[in-house]
């Protein structure tokens, strides 16, 4: 009779403690499959934002700061001819040499004005471009589209009282409100957004911007060298790059990362503890079987085989059962947790890795009671007869 008979007949007459082997082994591969599906799809999901939003690039008018004191006594810094950002300077972005990464340009005008008792933070935007940039910004109601239109951020319409349809008077100018912005969590919600030319009109700044917004058209678009650039161009404006919000995402994604690897390390020891006390249990159980295999003339190279095969075909039905139940762990829950790539690729390595991790985790925990099987005494099986 060959070993591998006598293996699979072991674990159809055992079919309670396979089925526990089997659990133990598969909620161990499948956290693994769910923790690691998870991270990688996150972290396209951000890459996915990277590319839709791109990595911003903002212009502010550059200022010489000049520290004064005098007497001991330090009066601080004084902003020393501030430099202007003229409208008519900003197609030069579209003219270096990275432009054709350059996606979109927004400019925009802020200032403080009066509504009613309250003082407010009106930014002037062009709407074609900024509601392509800001993708998140959704609008109860519908955007501006002439001067004298308006829209509120949510915290801006609960300050001031106003709802759809509200006019608003603006340094004698009447606006009227069309929409209200969602709740963004941001400094938006207390903005009022009109049209560019609006702002400039009522800031005395036509021709003049307050800032420029330079998205990216890629993700891994060389933004360092875009700053350089548009600096060249524009030298009188100070050009840094803002890509903190993506950095901070992909710092917890890696941070995720190292704690997948924990959590998973965790799990699959105590996969290999529950393989470990199983097969100790099943050849205490199987004294006499095994003490008899010995009589028969079985080396100790065939026990051990014997025990490794069984635990190999466990560990290969714990692979592939934990592979499957994790990646649809990983389904149900990806979609509470990115916003825009929820859907896992079905990876043939991952599945790979899963089947070959829990072959050697169960052939790890299973080699000592392997190898306790073979010692035993032949004289053990006859004292039981």
């Known amino acids: 009779m060959k070993l591998s008979t006598i293996a699979f007949n072991n674990l159809r007459r055992r079919k309670s403690r396979m089925a526990f ?18 991270t990688s799809s996150l972290t396209m999901d951000a890459e996915h934002k990277m590319d839709v939003y791109g990595a911003n690039i903002l212009l502010t008018p550059k200022t010489d700061e000049l520290s004064l004191s005098y007497g001991g006594i330090t009066l601080g810094g004084v902003s020393v001819d501030p430099k202007k950002i003229l409208q008519s300077d900003l197609p030069k972005i579209r003219q270096i ?43 109860r109601g519908r955007t501006m589209s002439a001067e004298d239109e308006l829209i509120v951020g949510v915290a801006a319409a609960r300050q001031l009282g106003l709802g759809i349809g509200s006019l608003v008077e603006i340094k004698g100018e009447e606006f009227v409100v069309t929409g209200i912005l969602h709740e ?3 400094q938006d919600d207390h903005l009022l957004i009109s049209t560019l030319g609006a702002a400039q009109g009522l800031f005395g700044k036509e021709g003049e911007v307050s800032l420029v917004e330079v ?59 529950v393989v470990f006390v199983t097969m100790m249990g099943s050849v205490n159980e199987r004294t006499r079987e095994i003490g008899i295999f010995r009589a028969l003339g ?70 000592y009671p392997a190898l306790h099987a073979s010692r035993m005494d032949p004289t053990e099986a006859l004292r039981a007869l």
């Open 21 to 38: 082997l089997v659990a133990g082994l598969l909620i161990g591969v499948a956290t693994v499959v769910t923790l690691l599906s998870l």
């Open 97 to 139: 040499p990275e432009a054709r990464n350059i996606a979109l340009v927004a400019p925009k005008v802020l200032g403080a004005v009066d509504v009613g008792n309250s003082r407010a933070m009106l930014m002037g935007v062009d709407p074609e471009v900024e509601f392509v940039m800001k993708r998140w910004w959704t609008v």
């Open 184 to 186: 963004t969590g941001s």
């Open 215 to 273: 998205a990216a058209l890629c993700g891994d678009c060389p933004v360092e060298v875009m700053v350089a650039q548009i600096s060249e161009v524009l030298p009188g404006v100070r050009v840094s790059a803002i890509q903190q919000v993506v950095a901070s995402r992909m710092h917890a994604l890696d941070q995720f990362r190292i704690f997948t690897f924990g959590v998973a390390g965790v799990v699959i020891l105590i996969g290999a503890l």
């Open 298 to 367: 079985f080396r100790r190279g065939h026990v051990v085989g014997l025990i490794l095969m069984e635990a190999s075909w466990v560990s290969l039905l714990s692979g592939l059962l934990g592979y499957l139940v994790g990646m649809g762990a990983a389904g149900a829950i990806l979609p509470f947790l990115a916003e825009h790539h929820t859907y896992l690729v079905w990876s043939a390595p991952l599945g790979g890795a899963s089947i070959l991790l829990a072959l050697l985790v169960g052939a790890a925990a299973s080699f």
